[in-house]
């Protein structure tokens, strides 16, 4: 497997990249890109949420942020090459004492389910090639 070359980050990292997310169209899924690179036939991207819901999910108590993992989602074919998104999510805890739930990732509900590992659009659109085009799962 081929590793992606990341061109290095300018220093408007945290500027959202509008054409870039027109582009891809991960406007909608409420996501910006940072950065993006390309690994033999897969398409990376790199991109953070727009929105995060700083709300506790079992008290509804806001949070605080501890770190950021990397969730990766597979996405739409870019030009025919499929892609992967690598978002940068906050990992939260609770304040409360009286709450059960200690350290949780933010939910992107905008792009996929918690625990999903392909976007909303993707599930969507595997199903309308299957039942449109007749294509297999595996294709
Ligand atoms: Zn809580």
Excluded at 43 to 63: E, F, K, Q, R, S
Excluded at 92 to 98: E, G, I, P, R
Aim: proline content about 6%; charged content about 20%; overall charge neutral.
């Amino acid at each position: 497997m081929s590793h992606p070359t990341v061109t290095s980050a300018p220093a408007s990292a945290c500027a959202p990249n509008l054409v870039a997310d027109t582009i891809c169209r991960t406007v909608e899924l409420g996501l910006s890109i940072d950065n993006a690179a390309d690994a033999g036939n897969l398409t990376h991207l790199y991109c953070h949420p727009v929105i995060v819901d700083l709300n506790c999910p079992g008290c509804g108590h806001a949070c605080r942020v501890r770190d950021h993992v990397e969730r990766r989602l597979t996405d739409l074919p870019i030009a025919g090459h499929p892609s992967l998104l690598h978002v940068r999510v906050p990992r939260l805890f609770c304040t409360s004492d009286d709450c059960e739930v200690t350290i949780f990732r933010a939910s992107i509900p905008q792009a996929a389910d918690d625990r999903q590992t392909v976007t909303h659009r993707v599930t969507r659109w595997i199903l309308q090639r299957m039942a449109c085009d007749g294509m297999s799962v595996k294709a």
